[in-house]
């Protein structure tokens, strides 16, 4: 099983909709979640990150955590055909050593 | 401020060749990383580095991959020998260090591609 997962595996929204991406972890050894988006033929770049329970905002991006539940989601609202892109949701593990593992990713495409 | 390079942007290798992929981190970061992206696997974690110290070296990608950090600015990867399935995109990055809460900046990446 994948430490981190990350749903819906694709996404299609249209312009101006609200687009909400979920990923939990399995190892309860987790310290922080960040947020990467990743457009076609393009490197991660690092969206949003939340270390806390509770809410986070920039712009028209929210972040919610849960850390008893390992949950965190990412809102994305009136959305952009440029916010169609891959999500990357990352998990900090420490557990002896540390680790920084990658969801598999929420394709969002937003339909003009 | 350069960015995380990476040479070269594409490579095709013959099934069991040797492969050496290269990366520079952003100067001054600490931390660096080589990642390996397909669609069905996403982003998997092959070799991490702090202060050019191997932290983790990739459990299952242990018998044909090779990360080395030879100073704080270059560090390669080496694949050998390449088999088709390798074919993937491989990233590089790097972050600050310190405490365990770090953004990682990627490199553009190398399209390897194994025939």
């Known amino acids: 099983q994948q430490k981190v997962q990350q749903s819906p595996e694709s996404l299609i929204v249209p312009e101006g909709g609200m687009a909400s991406l979920n990923c939990t972890s399995s190892?309860?050894?987790?310290?922080y979640f960040w947020w990467y988006r990743q457009h076609s033929g393009k490197s991660p770049k690092m969206l949003m990150s939340i270390f806390s329970n509770g809410e986070k905002e920039e712009g028209r991006f929210t972040v919610h955590l849960n850390k008893a539940s390992l949950h965190t989601s990412l809102h994305i609202r009136d959305s952009q055909p440029s916010d169609s892109a891959l999500y990357l949701c990352a998990a900090s593990i420490t557990s002896g050593s540390w680790q920084l593992i990658f969801g598999s990713g929420t394709q969002l495409t937003v339909m003009p | 401020d350069a960015g995380v390079t990476q040479t070269p942007r594409h490579e095709v290798a013959e099934k069991g060749q040797t492969i050496i992929l290269k990366c520079e981190p952003v100067s001054g970061h600490n931390d660096l990383f080589w990642y390996r992206q397909t669609k069905i696997q996403g982003l998997e974690l092959l070799s991490y580095f702090r202060s050019k110290s191997l932290m983790e070296d990739g459990g299952a990608f242990k018998d044909r991959f090779k990360a080395e950090m030879l100073n704080s600015s270059f560090s390669t990867l080496k694949i050998q020998p390449t088999e088709p399935k390798d074919s993937a995109v491989y990233l590089c990055?790097?972050?600050?260090?310190?405490?365990?809460?770090?953004?990682?900046?990627f490199g553009s990446g190398t399209r390897l591609t194994v025939l």
């Open positions: 990055a790097s972050s600050t260090g310190g405490a365990s809460a770090e953004t990682l900046y």
């Open positions: 190892d309860r050894n987790v310290d």
